[in-house]
T-cell receptor
Framework: DAGVIQSPRHEVTEMGQEVTLRCKPI?????LFWYRQTMMRGLELLIY????????DSGMPEDRFSAKMPNASFSTLKIQPSEPRDSAVYFC????????????????FGPGTRLLVL | QKEVEQNSGPLSVPEGAIASLNCTYS??????FFWYRQYSGKSPELIMF??SNGDKEDGRFTAQLNKASQYVSLLIRDSQPSDSATYLC??????????WGAGTKLIIKP
């Protein structure tokens, strides 16, 4: 299995531009998570999906952020307009889920997208 | 606000010694507990999970859970330089949400 695939791996953009991050989860996984990681705040959950449906987006910082999962094999996280404080590493993770739990158990992370907003 | 607390470190341990990483959590109803390792510039990867009180061993790694004290730890025996990384504790709380700690940076000195 190729694992979770994210693109691009690096993104440098200017303030005010739209940024789109992409993720392909592991085939057969029911859950998909978007995280942001910075030195100051650590790993933060932004939003997660179960069977392509957004379940909890309470971690999305503001309306500039949006996420979609049009099918089981693809998700996007969009920032419009981007700001310098959005600079971070964005991880996508997927999980096979569990019968007992509301969220996935073991999460498999993609390599991340390093975003720098100038 | 449910919390997972870890000492940020860095924790410095000589090669061959036992490294002990600790994590406390605030939600007494938490159900399952995970340790992830993250090398610098890489993504987190799962090392171990534990659900029941007591110890769980996997090779050089032992996870210890004490629900009464709301405490979970990770022991690494015979520490190697390749164990140098940040270790993230994650806890699935009573609402089935995964809460992450800030991580402990571990440095194994040759």
């Amino acid at each position: 299995d190729a694992g979770v695939i994210q693109s691009p791996r690096h993104e440098v953009t200017e303030m005010g531009q739209e940024v789109t991050l992409r993720c392909k989860p592991i085939s057969g996984h029911d859950y998909l998570f978007w995280y942001r990681q910075t030195m100051m705040r650590g790993l933060e959950l932004l939003i997660y999906f179960n069977n392509n449906v957004p379940i909890d987006d309470s971690g999305m910082p503001e309306d500039r952020f949006s996420a979609k999962m049009p099918n089981a094999s693809f998700s996007t996280l969009k920032i419009q307009p981007s700001e310098p404080r959005d600079s971070a590493v964005y991880f996508c993770a997927s999980s096979p889920g569990t019968l007992a739990g509301y969220t996935g158990e073991t999460q498999y992370f993609g390599p991340g997208t390093r975003l720098l907003v100038l | 606000q449910k919390e997972v607390e870890q000492n940020s470190g860095p924790l410095s341990v000589p090669e061959g010694a036992i490294a002990s990483l600790n994590c406390t959590y605030s939600d007494r109803g938490s159900q399952s507990f995970f340790w992830y390792r993250q090398y610098s510039g890489k993504s987190p990867e799962l090392i171990m999970f534990i659900y029941s009180n007591g110890d769980k061993e996997d090779g050089r790694f032992t996870a210890q859970l004490n629900k009464a004290s709301q405490y979970v730890s990770l022991l690494i025996r015979d520490s190697q330089p390749s164990d140098s990384a940040t270790y993230l504790c994650a806890v699935k709380d009573s609402n089935y949400q995964l809460i992450w700690g800030a991580g402990t940076k571990l440095i194994i000195k040759p």
